[in-house]
């Protein structure tokens, strides 16, 4: 069987499955392209490769991971073990959550208005895999990048995609409960906290739930950790810092909870919502609205 005969098979397939895409793609026909190019190592943009003659080996290969992502509901990116951020490939496991955040398209585009030049010093906050960070440190190369996570598993998934991109002089991680084990200021801190609520985590679609809980839910309507966020980040940033924060769907509850507060909320050509930024001197001015 040709690659072409088994990606129009396999685009079948996952179409009937009654699948959610949401983790790098949004159909079936680019799940399939993801998952056979992505297992086979054939370079995405090889598009002669669709005339190769697959193996056995290569057919079975394929066929146990499909069943996996069709029955288990295991996310494509766990199942090829990479993932694309902001232009770049990251290692991809269940110790993290996939990278999807639409703060790539702020990456892309240096960041711009928020920043009139690279920032010197940044802080990815909830980091998991650190793909939002070390991207960070690729789009400005004389920046020094600190990854942080509570997690030790996420930790040790982000010091693999550091070494992927050789910035071991220029980016480190540190184990940390948001903030209690971080010093110093930066000129830009970027978080993708958790903030889904516990109600809303139990009604997700099974793929979501394979990734690590610890990555997505917060209590408070999805607000506790993204509210401790914006009272705590000012002690770290610089007098001229920036924080930008996702909170996904929750940007709602947290409008109406801040509701005195000037909220910047950012758009997307590309797609995605819930990103804000606010400067230090605004989360100075109004840090006893976020308890």
């Known amino acids: 069987m040709k690659i072409a005969e088994a990606l129009q098979q396999m685009v079948a397939r996952l179409d009937s499955a009654d699948l959610c895409f949401g983790h790098g793609t949004d159909n079936p026909s680019d799940e399939a392209f993801y998952l056979i190019y992505g297992l086979l190592g054939i370079d995405f943009t090889d598009e002669q490769a669709m005339l190769r003659e697959l193996s056995a080996a290569e057919e079975a290969l394929l066929e146990v991971a499909l069943k996996r992502r069709i029955n288990e509901r295991v996310p494509t990116a766990y199942l090829v073990g990479r993932a694309w951020f902001a232009g770049h490939e990251f290692y991809c496991d269940e110790r993290a959550l996939v990278p999807r ?78 903030f209690d084990g971080i010093d110093g200021r930066y000129e830009l801190i970027v978080s993708n906290p958790p903030y889904v609520p516990l109600q809303e985590y139990n009604e997700l679609p099974a793929e979501f739930v394979r990734e690590p809980s610890l990555g997505l839910i917060s209590d408070d309507d999805g607000l506790q950790i993204p509210l401790k966020i914006l009272r705590d980040s000012v002690d770290h940033l610089s007098a001229d810092g920036i924080l930008v924060m996702e909170v996904g769907y929750s940007h709602s509850q947290l409008s109406e909870r801040l509701s005195n507060v000037p909220l910047l909320w950012l758009e997307f050509e590309q797609g995605g919502e819930g990103v804000l930024a606010l400067t230090a001197r605004q989360l100075q001015q109004y840090r006893e609205q976020f308890k």
Do not use: M, Q, Y
């Open 101 to 178: 955040s639409p703060i790539a398209e702020l990456i892309g585009g240096s960041f711009e208005p928020l920043l009139a030049e690279p920032a010197g010093k940044v802080l990815d906050l909830c980091t998991g895999g650190g793909s939002i960070g070390i991207a960070t440190a690729l789009l400005w190369p004389n920046c020094e990048v600190d990854l942080a996570d509570i997690s030790a598993d996420a930790l040790a998934l982000a010091k693999k995609n550091i070494a992927l991109h050789n910035l071991g002089g220029r980016v480190r991680v540190l184990e940390s409960d948001l």
